[in-house]
């Protein structure tokens, strides 16, 4: 068996690296259903399920608000048949205002057995963002003559996505650590490049446990706390109900003053169809929006005629 302290040394120390760096890389949209779709930001959980699958969600900030953010999220994710890892394909659209990013990412992950009852699975995500924010769209004046400092400006640029990721778990808990972006992205400021002043690299810290029994109500804690270099840290509070009529339902309250709840219900083990509204209740938008809203829809494929599949509990 694989010494359980060597790993976590090795986990602990390159993490630190990245802590250490003050790297700077494009904010990385992720999911308010992200505690069931937890490799939205960590790549190690691509194969964990021992079923491939296909997820779209897409994500509406601020309804009512123009030019609020708008994320579109797909993915195509497998275990590989007789090895101990995963693959997946994803593609993201993040638009705010006239600004947008497409990712085009793949992760990959690899298990490794630490006892009879408890995993650790490794994962890295490789890929490119795509960014356009064509300043010829813009109008600063009323008079609408166009600006010739801004005309030759940034229109389409594409910038590097590079990820790490780790998981601890078995079929009651987990523990996930993770960096969904550590390249430093930027643009140089002078009379035809726009300066564009990007997110510092973000680590998210999360956990949960599933109480209960197989076979009927189930209930899961879930805490994450990211934090990002330069910003002050966060955390997420979740608390998960899992029914036995394949239906679940939870609530999220973020330390930013916002709270989320959401529900996902699967279709004869194969269609899943969820839907989340978050809400601030202490920031000042409030009274100007509406809400943010996310659906997903997702598909289970097994592929390999596997006859068991781990509960999809994380």
């Known amino acids: 068996m694989v010494n359980i302290k060597t790993y976590r040394l090795l986990l602990f120390l390159a993490f630190c690296a990245i802590f250490a760096q003050q790297a700077k890389g494009q904010d990385y949209p992720w999911s308010l259903q992200y505690v069931t779709n937890m490799q939205t930001i960590n790549p190690a959980y691509v194969g964990i399920w021992d079923k491939a699958g296909l997820m ?31 693959v997946a394909l994803n593609i993201q659209r993040l638009t705010v ?17 630490l006892d009879f009852k408890n ?8 890929g490119i963002v ?6 010829k769209n813009y109008q600063p004046y009323p008079d609408y003559v ?18 790490i990721g780790a998981v601890v778990f078995s079929e009651d808990y987990y523990v ?6 550590v390249i430093s992205n930027t643009f ?20 949960g446990y599933v109480f209960g029994q197989p076979g009927r109500v ?55 169809i969820g839907y989340a509204l978050d809400y601030s209740v202490t920031s000042d938008i409030r009274r100007f929006q509406l809400g943010t809203h996310e659906i997903m829809v997702g598909y289970d494929f097994n592929i390999y005629k596997r006859k068991y599949a781990k509960p999809t509990y994380f």
Request: hydrophobic share 35%.
């Open 188 to 207: 140089n400021a002078d009379m035809t490049n726009f300066s564009s002043s990007q997110n510092f690299t973000t680590i998210y810290l999360s956990g």
């Open 218 to 272: 189930r209930f899961r804690p879930n805490l994450l706390i990211a934090a990002t270099i330069g910003k002050p840290a966060y955390f997420d509070v979740a608390g998960l109900v899992y029914l036995p009529a394949a239906l679940h339902f939870g609530f999220n309250f973020r330390s930013t003053g916002s709270i989320c709840l959401f529900g996902q219900y699967t279709i004869n083990d194969r269609i899943k």
């Open 130 to 135: 795509n960014y356009d924010n064509d300043l």
């Open 56 to 86: 779209v969600s897409t994500k509406t900030n601020w309804l009512g608000i123009g030019g609020a953010p708008l994320s579109q999220y797909a993915s195509y994710f497998t275990p590989i048949k007789e090895q101990r890892s995963g």
């Open 97 to 113: 205002g006239r600004e947008k990013r497409l990712f085009f990412t793949g992760d990959y992950s690899y298990r490794v057995r």
């Open 146 to 163: 166009p600006d010739p400092y801004t005309i030759a400006d940034v229109s389409l640029r594409n910038m590097t996505v590079f990820g």
């Open 119 to 126: 995993y650790l699975q490794m994962g890295l995500r490789a």
């Open 176 to 181: 996930s650590l993770s960096a969904p972006q």
